[in-house]
């Protein structure tokens, strides 16, 4: 089965600093892989994917996410980080079990804290 | 703009109570999803639903159950609520071809006393 490890469960950053949330992936097959954000008290919000192409992915709020083959890996990053930025982060990949059925298989979510 | 809601922000019920989540799309999507949402755990499916009338289970489907009798509505029943089930329970939807395009609801946190 596809699965994602985010090995931080907490990233503290200043404001203006770049940020990196990490993700790591492991897949059988070309990998589909995602960001969704979730803001306090609020559902999730999608914020970007790799499905194919560009290796540097943008997204919304002015994140983009590198796809690194070799390291099996899909960091999100933002060159300036602001407050509202805070939040709590998922990476997910594309599985397809025997049903045939494409879901999603979450990781387990990464704290981000940015201080004024 | 997509929509997904749910029926309550927050609910608590006492332990053996029968629970009724309910969750409405308006984007006529044909594919509807349950997860719960747990501190160092992330998001885990318990339920899918790929057209009406149709289910299939996730990955902890155990005490739960659910029901789609229209599109729109995915309903997730706790038919005996235990403590073990305390937490944040989240609905999504999405398109037929793409199901892993998903939009979520704002999420139900229930607390089982």
């Known amino acids: 089965a596809q699965s994602v490890a985010q090995p931080e469960d907490q990233v503290n950053v200043a404001e203006g600093n770049p940020l990196t949330v990490k993700c790591t992936y492991s897949v059988s097959g070309n990998p589909y892989l995602f960001w969704y954000v979730q803001y306090p008290n609020r559902g999730l919000q999608f914020l970007l994917k790799?499905?194919?192409?560009?290796?540097l992915v943008k997204g919304s709020y002015g994140f983009e996410a590198e796809f690194n083959k070799s390291q099996t890996s899909f960091h999100l990053k933002k060159p300036s980080a602001l407050v509202s930025d805070s939040a709590l982060y998922f990476c997910a990949v594309r599985d397809i079990p025997d049903t045939g059925f494409q879901k999603l298989v979450f990781g387990t979510g990464t704290r981000l804290l940015v201080s004024p | 703009d997509v929509k997904v809601t749910q029926s309550s922000r927050y609910l608590v019920k006492r332990t053996g109570e029968k629970v009724f989540l309910e969750c409405v799309q308006d984007?006529?999507?044909?594919?509807m999803f349950w997860y719960r949402q747990d501190p160092g755990l992330g998001l885990r499916l318990i339920y899918f639903s790929y057209d009406v009338k149709m289910k299939e289970k996730g990955d902890i489907p155990e005490g739960y159950s659910v029901s789609r009798e229209k599109k729109e509505r995915f309903s997730l029943i706790l038919e005996s609520a235990s403590t073990n089930q305390t937490s944040m329970y989240l609905c999504a939807s999405s398109p037929r071809m793409s199901s892993y395009e998903q939009y979520f609801g704002p999420g139900t946190r229930l607390t089982v006393t």
């Open positions: 790799y499905i194919t192409g560009d290796n």
């Open positions: 984007m006529d999507h044909e594919n």
